[in-house]
């Protein structure tokens, strides 16, 4: 069964950083691409981030880019999303997800409030 | 970027009874490989999306017989043949021809 963990949401200032962490199982991890996209509460779906299977491709959505970076680690079949001078805008549940959006996982929250 | 823009954004619709709901892309999503990455999502309430429909019209794995999806360009449709109970909640739009990825502003199906 495909699955999808993400961790290492939470509270923090605005200007702060966070890591998320996605975990995989279920599936050949280092064969697909992998995304991130968020949800502000009671809003749509926005689309992050993506990182190709090997790393060589790497697309970020504008009101990200220059602050979040995306990485992944097919040996731990794990993906990332460093978080850096967070803005209030950036609360919202974030989901990764794998290509073309078979699989989600649960979402983590990431609230950044002072 | 493309605007993908969904209709109505809301919808009633009585149990048993069919539903649509249609999705327009700023510019076509027709991408050099020759496919179109048009898929619909369903997200329940309280739970994360699901992809229902992948390619335009591709059925994903477990979703019932009743959902189907179609169009073509920039215009694109899913269709529910009988709405159930299971089907509250928000459907997406999304396209994945070209970066960045963009979502349809979500269409709320609720009973009647």
């Known amino acids: 069964e495909v699955q999808l963990v993400e961790s290492g949401g939470g509270l923090v200032k605005p200007g702060g950083s966070l890591r998320l962490s996605c975990a995989a199982s279920?599936?050949?991890?280092?064969?697909?691409?992998m995304n991130w996209v968020r949800q502000a509460p009671g809003k749509g779906l926005e689309w992050v981030s993506s990182i190709s299977s090997s790393s060589s491709y790497i697309y970020y959505a504008d009101s990200v880019k220059g602050r979040f970076t995306i990485s992944r680690d097919n040996a731990k079949n794990s993906l990332y999303l460093q978080m850096n001078s967070l803005r209030a805008e950036d609360t919202a549940v974030y989901y990764c997800a794998r290509v073309s959006y078979r699989a989600w996982g649960q979402g983590t929250m990431v609230t950044v409030s002072s | 970027d493309i605007v993908m823009t969904q209709t109505p954004l809301s919808s009633p619709v009585t149990l048993g009874q069919p539903a649509s709901i249609s999705c327009r892309s700023s510019q076509s999503l027709v991408h050099s490989d020759g496919n179109t990455y048009l898929s619909w999502l369903q997200q329940r309430p309280g739970q994360p999306p699901r992809l229902l429909i992948y390619?335009?019209?591709n059925r994903f794995s477990g979703v019932p017989d009743r959902f189907s999806g179609s169009g073509a360009g920039t215009d694109f449709t899913l269709k529910i043949s009988r709405v159930e109970a299971e089907d509250v909640g928000v459907y997406y739009c999304?396209?994945?021809?070209?970066?960045?990825?963009?979502f349809g502003q979500g269409t709320k199906l609720e009973i009647k």
């Open positions: 999304t396209q994945a021809t070209q970066f960045p990825y963009t």
């Open positions: 390619k335009i019209s």
């Open positions: 279920g599936f050949t991890f280092s064969s697909y691409s």
